[in-house]
């Protein structure tokens, strides 16, 4: 009942971390394998927990764990590069690349708000965009391969198999 409606557990709350993958990678995705399930939430046919990796068109590999036990923790992403963590308060970001010393890197907004604010400054930039003709922040691009990652994720799970990408679409 919940598939059918809103997506799975990545549609509806990982989205915004898939995001952040494709602008990290800054390319498509062409493979992606998994495993996850339910373990918690029986009462509902959507994934729970899972972890996930993707490759992209341009080398790119990336391993995300996903998971609704327990609330929000902090996200750690591994590349073959290094690893990128943010942490429960969503201002830093702490990147270590492979053999290398930990950096921080400060994402803070001056928006008093918060999340809130910065949504509505999207919303204002999208509308300056579309007012002068340029290019938005997040395009369309953005938001489709969000989503196609979302759903091979979805299929390699169900599947058990590595999910080639395009030829989903």
Known sequence: KYMDIAGSGLMSMSIHDLDLFFWIADSYVTHCSGFGGNAVYMDQDTIDHCVLTYKFENGVKLAH??????????????????????????????????????????????????????????????????????????????????CVMALAGDEAIQSGEVVNVKKMW
């Open 65 to 146: 764990g996903f998971g609704l036990i327990g609330g929000y923790s902090d996200r750690v992403w591994f590349g073959d590069k290094g690893k990128i963590r943010c942490g429960r308060s969503g201002r830093q970001l702490h990147y270590t690349p492979m053999g290398g010393q930990e950096e921080t890197i400060d994402i803070s907004t001056d928006f008093e708000g918060g999340r809130g604010d910065a949504t509505l400054e999207l919303h204002r930039a999208f509308v300056e965009a579309v007012r002068t003709r340029e290019e938005p922040m997040v395009s369309g691009r953005n938001a489709r391969e969000s």
